[in-house]
C-alpha cells in the first residue's frame, strides 16, 4: 500500500493541478485554457491525465460547460492551498529592512574592521536597526568553508588573500602613506628613502608570526632594508605606540581619513607601494538571498562610493 502511495505522489505534476484550479475556478475548458495562456487541446490532454492520476472523471460536460465531480468538490480545496503554499516557496522573499530581523556574520582585519565594518555596521544600525551583527577576526585559513556552512557570511579582504573562486565585489583601493607622531625630528613633509630606513619602524601583522610587509618588498628592490622595532596584531596598538616614541610606520591611508588622529604626521616618500583592493566575498547559496543581497548594496552604497 506505501509503495503504491509513494507511485501516485510521484506521478503528481504541479502544472496538472494548475489547470485542474483553473478548470474548477472557469468550469469551462477554453477559459481555463486563456487564463492559463494554452491551447485548448493542450488543456484537455492535461485533463485526461488528471483523470487517470485521480482515478475519476473530475469533470463532466454539460450544455453551460463543465461540472466538477463529487471526487473534484473534495479536491478542489486541498489542491488550491498547496498551489498556494508553492507560490509562497517559490515567490522571492520580500525583504524590509525596517522590520528585518537575525544576524549578519562578518569577517576582517583589524584595519578592514574600522575602515569597512564599523561603518557598515553604522549604516544597517540606521537603516535596519532591528539586524545583529557579528564579527570576527579573518582568519589565516579555512574561510571559504566557513562561508559554506554559514559561520561566516560576508569576508571583508584584500585581494592578495581572498578566495578567487567565490563571489566577489571590489569595494575600493587604498595606498600606504608614510607617519610619525608630531614630535619626530624630521620637520620636512617629505622623508628621503635613507630617512626612512634611519629610524626604528612599527608594523602590523595579525599573525604574530612576521616582520616583513609590503613596504619591505620595495625597499628590497632598491637594496634598501628597514628596521621593525615591533610588530604588533592590531592598528590600535601600532599608533598607541607611534605617539611614544620616535617610530615611523606605513598605513592604509583610509585609517586617518575616516579618523583623523590628532597628534599623527603624515610624510611624503619616494616609495612607490602598490596600493591596496579591498574586497567583499561570500558564497554563492547566498548570492540570491534577498537580505544578504541588500547589506551587500548597503557596503557598497557605504564604502565603495569614496
Not at 485533463?47 to 460536460?61: E, M
Not at 465531480?69 to 498556494?84: F, H, N, Q, V
Not at 565594518?117 to 577576526?137: C, D, N
Request: aromatic fraction near 6%; hydrophobic fraction near 45%.
Amino acid at each position: 500500500m506505501g509503495e503504491i502511495g509513494v507511485a501516485n505522489i510521484r506521478s503528481v505534476d504541479m502544472n496538472l493541478l494548475a489547470v485542474f484550479d483553473a478548470l474548477f475556478d472557469e468550469r469551462s475548458v477554453t477559459r481555463a485554457a486563456d487564463r492559463l495562456s494554452l491551447t485548448q487541446p493542450t488543456v484537455s490532454g492535461m485533463l485526461q491525465r488528471l483523470r487517470r492520476t485521480f482515478s475519476d472523471q473530475l469533470f463532466v460536460r454539460t450544455s453551460h460547460g463543465i461540472s466538477p465531480t463529487p471526487r473534484a468538490e473534495a479536491l478542489a480545496g486541498p489542491i488550491k492551498e498547496l498551489l498556494a503554499n508553492v507560490q509562497l516557496l517559490v515567490k522571492a522573499e520580500a525583504f524590509e529592512p525596517a522590520n528585518a530581523e537575525g544576524t549578519i556574520k562578518l569577517c576582517g582585519s583589524d584595519y578592514l574592521q574600522h575602515a569597512v565594518i564599523t561603518p557598515l555596521i553604522k549604516e544597517l544600525r540606521r537603516r535596519a536597526p532591528k539586524l545583529k551583527v557579528l564579527v570576527s577576526p579573518r582568519p589565516a585559513s579555512g574561510v571559504a568553508d566557513l562561508l559554506a556552512r554559514g559561520e561566516i557570511d560576508l569576508c571583508i579582504s584584500l585581494r592578495d588573500v581572498a578566495d578567487p573562486d567565490l563571489p566577489s565585489t571590489v569595494l575600493y583601493h587604498d595606498q600606504y602613506i608614510c607617519v610619525a607622531r608630531k614630535k619626530h625630528p624630521v620637520k620636512a613633509r617629505r622623508m628621503s628613502i635613507k630617512q626612512v630606513c634611519t629610524f626604528d619602524h612599527l608594523l602590523v601583522d595579525p599573525t604574530g608570526r612576521s616582520m616583513w610587509g609590503p613596504v619591505d618588498n620595495v625597499l628590497a628592490a632598491l637594496g634598501q632594508r628597514r628596521r621593525i622595532a615591533a610588530a604588533v596584531p592590531s592598528f590600535h596598538i601600532l599608533f598607541e605606540l607611534l605617539h611614544s616614541d620616535d617610530f615611523v610606520a606605513f598605513v592604509p591611508e583610509r585609517l586617518l581619513l575616516r579618523d583623523p588622529r590628532s597628534g599623527i604626521r603624515i610624510f611624503d616618500t619616494d616609495l612607490a607601494i602598490p596600493p591596496l583592493e579591498v574586497m567583499a566575498t561570500w558564497h554563492p547559496r547566498v548570492s540570491g538571498d534577498a537580505r544578504h543581497k541588500w547589506v551587500r548594496e548597503i557596503l557598497i552604497r557605504t564604502v565603495g562610493a569614496e
